[in-house]
């Protein structure tokens, strides 16, 4: 390892030194160390662990790791989308492609799994309640340096405002409360806007 300081590897293994030795624990320690990589962009790392056996009680155990390229995205494409467009959902992630074969293009697990929650949020702004996420394809060159990423979008129906009330309200009468509300009755389920109106309310409360 060269590219990632033994300190964060460690960290993600829960093997220590002194503890028994259980062979069946290989594939979670290996999956853990990959998912430290894939998370910093590097997708076609290999670990292998190797075991020997110093003494009758003791072993030695290495982790082999060839950390490969690190890839660079170079198109992000979204198919199965129409109430929003390829565009709209890419300046919604934080995840980029490389621009100008210079800038950005780095891939990260952690962000780029914040940016498919973010797209479905989106989604329920446009009363696209049941809208999901239903997989992503990673393309990676022969050489490791290229990577493509498509997103599968499943939009779902539109729902819209049948019903709005309002309960348990004393200190502030309906219509007080309604005049806070931006949502109507009729209107696109917008989810983002509907919790904006719940914390005016709020607000209206502790004021």
């Known amino acids: 390892n060269r590219k990632v ?3 964060l590897i460690r960290a993600e293994i829960s093997w220590l030194e002194g503890d028994s030795f259980y062979a069946d624990g290989y594939e979670a320690e290996r999956g853990a160390v990959l998912n430290l990589y894939r998370s910093k962009g590097y997708l076609n790392t290999t670990v292998d662990i190797v075991v020997e056996e110093i003494s009758t009680s003791r072993v030695r155990v290495s982790f082999q790791i060839d950390e490969g390229r690190k890839a660079r995205i170079t198109d992000i494409t979204v198919a199965g989308n129409d109430v929003l467009s390829d565009r709209k959902i890419r300046k919604i992630m934080k995840t980029k492609k490389r621009r100008f074969w210079i800038f950005g293009g780095r891939y990260d697990e952690n962000v780029f799994e914040e940016d498919l929650t973010q797209v479905v949020r989106e989604y329920r702004n446009h009363g ?3 809208a999901d996420i239903l997989d992503t394809t990673f393309t990676q060159s022969a050489d490791g340096k290229k990577l493509e990423i498509e997103i599968d979008v499943s939009e779902g129906p539109e729902y819209t405002v049948e019903n709005l009330e309002i309960a ?3 200190a502030y009468d ?4 309604r005049n806070t509300i931006e949502i109507e009755e009729g209107e696109v389920h917008d989810q983002g806007q509907i919790e904006e109106d719940a914390e005016a309310i709020a607000v209206g409360y502790r004021d």
Do not use: A, G, K, P
């Open 168 to 170: 348990n309200n004393v």
């Open 128 to 130: 696209r309640m049941e």
């Open 174 to 177: 309906d219509d007080e409360l």
């Open 5 to 7: 300081r033994d300190r």
